[in-house]
């Protein structure tokens, strides 16, 4: 729940400063003159690339949610077995041990989403953000992509 609320308030946060750069991109254009005006675009464009950014970071992250929750329902999710360290840190050769038997269960059911998942967590365990949001987007694409009919 705190992440979500945090996750809110960040956006929030971002659309009131694109809604601020962008009245001044146009004020710049409304100045008139040729360098306000190509300033006014320029700042325009940022909002724009900004605005673009959290909707495709809020569509992926309700994806993995969506995700998350079926999940959670079919009694899939995976169990927090990391040992951690007393200030709560996860342990490093935990994470290693468990993303260890994660990519393995990956590459022994490749086109399952349940397992892109998990590994994506794995991958979160290990701090490795990149390929965390990686596997993410390979689970939400095999989960999205519709199911090939058998040929008898």
């Not at 809604?19 to 710049?28: D, I």
């Not at 605005?51 to 569509?59: D, H």
């Not at 994660?102 to 590459?107: A, G, L, N, S």
Request: glycine share 6%; proline share 5%; charged share 20%.
């Amino acid at each position: 729940m705190r992440a979500k609320i945090t996750y809110f308030v960040t956006a929030a946060v971002l659309v009131f400063y694109f809604a601020l750069v962008g009245s001044r991109g146009v004020l710049l254009i409304q100045h008139g003159t040729l360098l306000t005006v190509t300033f006014g675009v320029a700042v325009l464009i940022l909002p724009v690339i900004g605005i673009w950014f959290l909707w495709k970071n809020t569509q992926f992250v309700a994806r993995a949610n969506a995700l998350a929750a079926e999940l959670d329902a079919e009694g899939g999710l995976p169990v927090d077995e990391l040992v951690r360290t007393p200030s709560g840190r996860i342990d490093r050769a935990s994470a290693d041990a468990v993303f260890a038997r994660r990519r393995e269960e990956t590459e022994d059911s490749p086109d399952d989403w349940r397992c892109w998942f998990r590994l994506a967590v794995a991958y979160q365990d290990a701090r490795d953000t990149p390929r965390a949001r990686k596997a993410m987007q390979r689970a939400i694409a095999l989960h999205t992509k519709p199911t090939q009919p058998s040929t008898p």
